[in-house]
């Protein structure tokens, strides 16, 4: 007897229950959507790529108090084909000047009750975006209840994922903030080991086509989404977020007096090149508003907390991190937590002034709490009312400060979102920069508010300070971050150590944590090298910290699988960054063909004899073949 897959049925049904309905497909024409009404009235989507089902038959559909809009629904009408073409600048991405080409259509449905919802639909030569739109007049008050949403995936498929952390649990209730390891290669279906799901971005391998999920264009009216902790035999759904994840007082889930719009709903796919090169997480939000360009700044800072921890924050320490910046022609200098306790705001306003003088800006870091952390650190509760957020950044601004870190959020619920996009709005009306700590992922917002330079979310560098576990696990956890993470919003990772860290034995090499310096993406990236560690480090390569770029005009995918190792090329002007790293506890040798980089020759820093040591050599374009030694890495610039 003869049974067929779950694949090949989901094929059969694609082609049977839908052959009246006509899919809609990129512009190459590699990627095809078709929307489906069943007889039962759901509502359902899947994706093909060049004819193999990627995504299978998944549910779509809201459910909104007072309006059941995920089930009993019939497609009542179907739009024209429309093309999109959208163009913008980057300061703090993959490129500078991208462009988006999609191909949009719009479905419109009704329940039972004559109810109406829209369901927009772009794909792109590298994904698909969905939304949907709730204008329906005879419900004014439109809120939130849950979502039907899916993505569904054969069950050979596998899965990269990061858990996510419980509300309210972590150091002083500071949960969730993105910061767990990822579970690598995981079979779908797999269940979170934590009850609140899983992070976006999530990714996946179903075949030979990758596929990356997250959301974009979040402007404060709707609460984040995750995956949920379940997922029966791969069929994942959305989840919103745990009750405790407010505003003091505010709502949990999206609710409008007009109509209800989603984020995009993004589904990134293609080989591991296009998932890596692709910008659908900021193609997909909200164009800039007004900031002076002249104040979009990327940069290079240093930075004392890394390393030296709380008792750095003092006066003279600071000033001695602003000359360690100025030697390496560096642009910032942040002081971390306390610094209102501990150095004041007339001594800071004298920090502001003598960093001036060496072109380098300041930047001061704030709680953002509120009630929802019970972290100490100060200056706290500075920042919860536009009234107070005014004259804060007022005083900052009357200062000459250049930026704030906010750190300690209190996740993803809409009044949580709502006071993250609020202080973006008010920082930029103050002319200043921004970089969150203790965060929620970004979803876009480095394309919407160019004065966000960069946002932790991550298991920074400094958690393998505070735990020889995650010191032992940093390497593979690094060799994730361009696939998942940092595949479309910048991350402070603040990579970086050439030294030894105190109580902990470092376990990569130093051309590993070099490779960092250009693998990790971050509008402003700050280094937890202290000046006596930069010090051990040849005049190369602090030559090529001094001189690296602050932001890239391209990039591309050279080598890598998630995980395991990584090498990404990015171009500044004419000259050619390419760095690479293995996570491996075994030398890994690479042919890497660079041949889009010409005949150029380059100079290739990688790790010498010693596990602190480096070496130099020559470089040429073209096929080269080059080993990196376990737990190590590489650059080479061709100018």
């Known amino acids: 007897m003869h049974v067929m897959s779950r694949t090949t049925l989901a094929l059969v049904a694609m082609f049977t229950t839908q052959a009246h309905a006509a899919a809609l497909t990129s512009p190459d024409g590699h990627i095809a959507v078709t929307v489906t009404a069943a007889p039962g009235g759901t509502l359902s989507y899947a994706i ?30 179907t739009s024209a084909i429309k093309p999109v073409r959208d ?7 993959k490129k500078r000047r991208i462009s988006y080409a999609a191909n949009e259509q719009v479905y419109t449905v009704r329940n ?44 050979s498929a596998k899965a990269w994922l990061q858990p996510m952390a419980v509300a309210q649990t972590g150091w002083s209730n500071t949960n969730p903030s993105y910061e767990e390891h990822y579970q690598r290669e995981i079979a779908v279906g797999t269940r979170s080991p934590m009850p609140a799901g899983w992070v976006f971005p999530a990714l996946f391998r179903t075949g030979d086509t990758w596929v990356a999920l997250t959301e974009a264009n979040m402007d ?25 994840e407010v505003f003091t007082e505010g709502a949990l889930l999206a609710q409008s007096q007009g109509e209800l719009v989603t984020p995009w709903r993004i589904i990134a796919l293609g080989s591991l090149k296009t998932l890596v090169e692709s910008t659908l997480g900021t193609d997909l939000a909200a164009p800039a508003i007004a900031f002076d360009k002249a104040r979009v700044q990327p940069g290079h800072a240093s930075w004392s907390w ?47 002034a003598y960093a001036a003088k060496k072109n380098i800006g300041i930047l001061v870091w704030y709680n953002s709490a509120g009630a ?76 919407t508010y160019p004065n966000l330079m960069t946002v932790e979310a991550v298991r920074g560098f400094e958690f393998t300070t505070f735990d020889q576990r995650d010191q032992d696990l940093v390497a593979p956890h690094a060799a994730m971050l361009p696939f998942t993470r940092n595949l479309f919003d910048p991350m402070d990772f603040t990579p970086t150590v050439f030294g030894d860290i105190p109580n902990i034995q470092r376990k990569t090499r130093n051309g590993f944590e070099l490779a960092e310096s250009v693998l990790f993406l971050s509008g402003i990236q700050h280094f937890a090298e202290t000046p006596e560690g930069m010090a051990s480090a040849p005049a190369y390569v602090k030559g090529f910290l001094r001189e690296l770029p602050r932001s890239w005009d391209e990039t591309r995918f050279v080598d890598g699988y998630p995980g395991r190792h990584v090498v990404i090329a990015r171009r500044a002007g004419k000259a050619w960054y390419v760095a690479g790293l293995n996570a491996m506890d075994a030398d890994k040798s690479l ?14 820093i990688t790790d010498g004899e010693g596990e602190r040591t480096f070496s130099q050599s020559r470089l040429e374009g073209g096929k080269q073949k080059i080993s990196i030694k376990a737990h190590g890495g590489f650059v080479a610039v061709f100018q």
């Open 112 to 155: 039972a009750q004559g109810q109406a919802m829209d369901l927009a639909l772009r794909v792109s030569n590298d994904g698909v975006a969905f939304r949907y739109r709730v204008a329906e007049p005879s419900l004014p008050h439109k809120k939130f209840v849950s979502e039907a949403t899916g993505f569904n995936f054969d069950r």
């Open 220 to 244: 404060g009216s709707f609460h984040a989404s995750r995956l949920d902790a379940e997922s029966p035999e791969g069929r994942y759904r959305l989840a919103f977020p745990m009750a405790a």
């Open 48 to 77: 093909a790529r060049d004819g193999k089902p990627v995504i299978l038959a998944s549910p779509l559909g809201l459910q909104l108090e007072g309006a059941d809009l995920a089930t009993r629904l019939r497609i009542v009408s």
């Open 306 to 352: 890394a390393l030296l921890k709380d008792d750095a924050t003092v006066f003279d320490v600071q000033k001695k991190f602003v000359d360690y910046a100025a030697e390496m022609r560096w642009d910032y200098t942040l002081v971390d937590a306390e610094w209102d306790r501990r150095i004041g705001d007339a001594k800071m306003r004298e920090l502001v």
């Open 87 to 93: 163009s913008y600048e980057l300061a703090t991405g």
């Open 372 to 447: 929802w952390n019970k972290a100490p650190q100060t200056p706290r509760n500075a920042l919860l009312t536009r009234e107070a957020r005014t004259r804060e950044f007022a005083k900052l601004r009357d200062m000459g400060v250049k930026g704030v870190k906010i750190d300690f959020f209190g996740g993803d619920g809409q009044s949580m979102i709502a006071y993250y996009v609020d202080i973006l709005d008010d920082a930029a009306k103050a002319g200043l920069l921004v970089n969150f700590h203790g965060a929620t992922l970004p979803r876009g917002w480095s394309r």
């Open 591 to 604: 042919e890497l063909d660079l041949s889009f980089i010409g005949k150029a020759r380059g100079i290739l």
